[in-house]
């Protein structure tokens, strides 16, 4: 039985970990970076393993020493969380050979799933839909460019390997290929280590909808329904929803079942997901499966009560599902918001740095998962999440209702964050009645980041008392009464 766990992750995740961990009465242990030495996730980590001496090497990311370390510690198991590892196979059979239990996968089911091309083939042999594209590996631009002549554009070129929208070009015409081809798979293989790529057919205005599968050792699965995950840019997922306002109850059958089928054909257990793309006429294809937990996860557990870290230990336990199918009902409606340390309205550029104040509502309808609190450093060497603001209530409108209220109470100071876009998303017409697609953000909204009534006023009001002000100084230098550098008369004069 697993007494032990060393999260092998950071931040947000690594405490969602180890608050479940702690229930079940698991000893955890977390490392301390030089990067963050006075991160808050190691307040919750039972024992801390002291790693900053090493500066050159991210910790995360080092499979032998992350091994090692379970090795000298004798801890029972190795949780990876999700990003940097987590879908890494040679992390999975490094802790099987050395006798150490690996909270996901096996590392044969993670190198069959992650891998975009080989999915797709067992996808196909599953009986799964799949996009229309090439049979494997696109090798070389000009087996591209046969290919992409034979089925005509728009296509996407997408890196077998990897994830989160990374090793991925859109090619919309011809004169696009060479270059786009190129930077897929450059970006691949300095992300990745894998610069190859497989190519699919564009399909141009989709649903990026995604299944929860939960399976066992034993050959039991499981689904947990659906997620919707269009509102994304550049690929990259901004907020999430459960159930799909925009699923249908037959549709949302034929994906689950497909997604436990594929599971079930591929040998899959632990937690997982299958991700689809849906298409203007409800037809849907398969995309990829993450073959981990996902960042989106508790919109999940807020709809269906099951705690799905919980589920992934005691498969990694080798025990079998305690809960069936029949066991699991949508219970109500969940929104997350991924509260990124990002600048909405300088292009969602990073804004690391001091929070010199954070705090949530008190709600019964919010779970506020963060790996920061006031005081803390966002260090800019790491993704930009600082908090997963997640809320429920029974229906669709009532959890819109909600959010608009708590995203108005949620105070963060010393930085910027995502929080005015999702206000802004709140307000358009096209999410609030539930048909929106993963070109969301260019075509439906007016504006990335929410104005309050009477802001641009306020503005002016600002500006002009600002310059007020300074004429008032100018007066009192032309009186005697002040110096005053003539640089700074001379542009108050301008």
């Not at 090795?71 to 949780?79: F, L, N, P, R, T």
């Not at 975009?116 to 090439?134: C, F, N, T």
């Not at 002009?464 to 100018?474: F, G, P």
Request: aromatic fraction near 8%; hydrophobic fraction near 40%; glycine fraction near 6%.
């Amino acid at each position: 039985m697993i007494k032990s766990i060393l999260i092998a992750n950071r931040s947000e995740i690594a405490i969602r970990i180890s608050k479940t961990a702690k229930r079940l009465g698991i000893k955890t242990y977390m490392f301390l970076t030089h990067q963050e030495p006075n991160a808050l996730y190691l307040e919750h980590a039972d024992e801390v393993i002291d790693v900053s001496a090493d500066t050159f090497t991210n910790i995360f990311m080092d499979v032998e020493k992350i091994v090692n370390y379970a090795s000298e510690y004798k801890i029972d198991a190795v949780h990876p969380g999700y990003g940097f590892l987590s879908e890494n196979p040679y992390l999975a059979k490094s802790c099987e050979d050395k006798g150490i239990t690996f909270i996901g996968p096996s590392y044969l089911n993670i190198e069959k799933m992650g891998n975009k091309g080989i999915a797709r083939q067992l996808a196909i042999q599953s009986k799964v839909p799949v996009v229309p594209g090439s049979d494997g590996i696109v090798a070389s631009f000009k087996e591209a460019k046969e290919f992409v002549d034979s089925i005509g554009y728009p296509v996407i070129v997408k890196a077998v390997a990897g994830g989160g929208g990374k090793g991925m070009r859109i090619v919309q015409k011809a004169s696009e290929l060479q270059k786009m081809y190129n930077a897929a798979s450059n970006e691949a293989q300095t992300i990745f280590g894998n610069g190859a790529v497989f190519i699919e057919r564009y399909i141009q205005k989709p649903r990026h909808i995604e299944v929860q599968v939960l399976g066992d050792q034993h050959g039991n699965v499981v689904h947990l329904f659906d997620r919707e995950c269009s509102i994304q840019r550049k690929h990259q997922k901004l907020m999430e929803e459960a159930p799909s306002p925009g699923v249908s109850d037959e549709l949302r059958a034929e994906l689950c079942k497909d997604a436990v089928n594929l599971c079930h054909a591929t040998g899959y257990y632990s937690a997982g997901t299958v991700e689809f793309l849906v298409d203007e006429n409800n037809h849907h294809y398969f995309m990829e499966m993450n073959t981990r937990i996902q960042v989106e996860h508790p919109v999940t557990e807020a709809i269906t009560g099951v705690d799905l870290v919980e589920q992934q230990i005691k498969v990694a336990n080798g025990e079998k599902l305690s809960i069936c199918q029949d066991d699991i009902k949508i219970q109500g409606s969940a929104i997350e918001f991924r509260v990124n340390a990002e600048d909405v309205q300088a292009g969602f550029i990073p804004s690391s740095g001091i929070i010199q104040y954070l705090e949530a509502p008190a709600d019964e309808s919010l779970r506020f998962d963060s790996g920061f609190v006031s005081g803390k450093i966002v260090p800019a060497c790491y993704d930009s999440l600082i908090a997963k603001a997640i809320v429920f209530a029974p229906t669709r409108d009532e959890v819109i209702a909600k959010s608009k209220k708590i995203l108005n109470a949620i105070t963060v100071r010393g930085i910027k964050t995502t929080i005015p876009f999702f206000k802004e998303v709140l307000t358009t017409p096209s999410f609030l009645k539930g048909h929106y697609y993963t070109n969301f953000i260019e075509k439906d909204m007016k504006q990335l980041y929410f104005k309050e009534d009477g802001e641009y006023e306020a503005a002016a009001c600002i500006a002009l008392e600002a310059y007020l002000e300074e004429r008032a100084k100018l007066e009192t230098v032309e009186e005697g009464q002040a110096e005053t550098s003539p640089w700074i008369m001379k542009s108050i004069l301008k």
